[in-house]
Nanobody
Framework: QVQLVESGGGLVQAGGSLRLSCAAS????????MGWFRQAPGKEREFVAA????????AFTDSVKGRFTISRDNAKNTVYLQMNSLKPEDTAVYSC????????????????????WGQGTQVTVSS
């Protein structure tokens, strides 16, 4: 069982930045694929970013490309989501997720592929 704990959410003005962190409780963190998802009020949860075993393999949803980056520190069992140039439409609960994966890939982007989820952290962007 892997426990994931997010931190770093908060209230920020449009154009500002936040860095989310997700700490994992596993000694084998380096072989987990990690992802960030978000859910805005009244909407379904959506994929935001994913990362493979190393920081060289990443993927982003189109709406955040060029603004968000995802990285991981395997020594600290932590994955990060750096969010720059934030917009009001980025307001949501952000959750990190982990999976060992069922086949070797660069990363996983589908919600159904992930086995473990954090409790989420609120990000609110004011206009």
């Amino acid at each position: 069982q892997v426990q994931l704990v997010e931190s770093g959410g908060g209230l920020v003005q449009a154009g500002g930045s936040l860095r989310l962190s997700c700490a994992a409780s596993t000694r084998t963190f380096s072989i987990y694929y990690m992802g960030w998802f978000r859910q805005a009020p009244g909407k379904e949860r959506e994929f935001v970013a994913a990362i493979g075993w190393s920081s060289g393999q990443t993927a982003f949803t189109d709406s955040v490309k060029g603004r968000f980056t995802i990285s991981r520190d395997n020594a600290k069992n932590t994955v990060y989501l750096q969010m720059n140039s934030l917009k009001p439409e980025d307001t949501a609960v952000y959750s990190c997720a982990a999976t060992r994966g069922h086949t070797f890939r660069d990363y996983y982007t589908r919600e159904d592929d992930y086995n473990y989820w954090g409790q989420g952290t609120q990000v609110t962007v004011s206009s």
